[in-house]
């Protein structure tokens, strides 16, 4: 089977006790053995797509896109993470968008080189680079229109996918809050205070990430994720899919990771709009607290959902991941392991 695979997993792990200080004192050394450990884990327990756990970075999203041409981090000025004092920070485009050097393809050749899965990387969507801030956080001086910036957006994502494949890489995830936040009537309003129609931003969103797959290498599978927020265990949306499931679903990736660990998101019904052939992989056990989902549950949520597309199109994984920062969520390694080996066991039993 090709990715997404049945039992598959978002792309963070919990990082090990040390690494958050040898990535400050850029201890390569400390890193790279960490990554082999936690791929090692991976392999020993089933799974068939294989991350570096995001060790190499610090942030799902700011790591890459501030590597990009045009792009700094600023302070995060919109909705908040609940339960935390600490909020992540947000890019910012201060200049022209462009990809001019490869962006963490050695960190995906490093793990290319330690396993004969296949090795899973992900990076920010494109919709990353305007959802938190908006117009209110992209240069009027170097895009007075937005239709240039999309533009400089979809290339320079189209030159990272063709950097990622002449490294080797077949499975690619863009993960992408951006569908999933707009169905909170909270985060909509504070698009229009950042000068943003709401109404338009998921098609706008669907169209750029549509450009930036157009032509995409031979051979590569590319997914997308989406959830509500996800920081040392905190949200910040909620709300079903119904408001964006068409635009989000014309998303020409292969499968799609949709959150459903909980009431925020809603019920399986937005499912109907999911195109055949395309897998829905459903994020049923949650990476934000430690108690294991039971077995029984887990299959019965997958029956609900299979009422409303095929049992084939379907697949199984954690809502996020366990660590989408170098924070990491409540819980621990092991609470961790056991979750994503119910997954595995799940999966087993339902698509024999």
Known sequence: MKPPFRADHVGSLLRPPGLAAARKNQDRAFQEQAIRQVVAKQEAIGLEAVTDGEFSRDWWHLDFMAQLDGVTVAQNPGPKFGGTEEQPPIPAVTGKLAYSKPVMVDDFSFLKRLTKRTAKFTIPSPSML????????????????????????????????????????????????????????????????????????????????????????????????????????AWVAEGGYEPVAEAMFSCDVDGFFMEFDSARAGGFEPLRFLPRGKKAVLGLVTSKSPELEPKDSIRKRIEEAARHVPLEDLCLSPQCGFSSTHHGNQLTQDEQWRKLERVIEVSKEVWR
């Not at 990430?209 to 265990?233: D, E, Q, W, Y």
């Open 130 to 233: 305007h959802l938190r801030g908006g117009r209110a956080s992209i240069s009027k001086q170097a895009y007075p229109d937005l239709q240039e910036f999309w533009h400089d957006a979809a290339a320079a994502y189209r030159a990272a996918l063709a950097a990622f494949a002449e490294a080797g890489c077949t499975y690619l995830q863009l993960d992408d809050v951006a569908f999933s936040y707009l169905c909170d009537p909270r985060i909509r309003d504070n698009c229009r205070r950042n000068g943003d129609d709401p109404d338009a931003l998921p098609r706008i969103y669907a169209d750029t990430i549509n450009r930036a797959l157009h032509g995409r290498p031979a051979g590569m599978t590319v997914t997308m994720h989406t959830c509500r927020g996800n920081f040392k265990s």
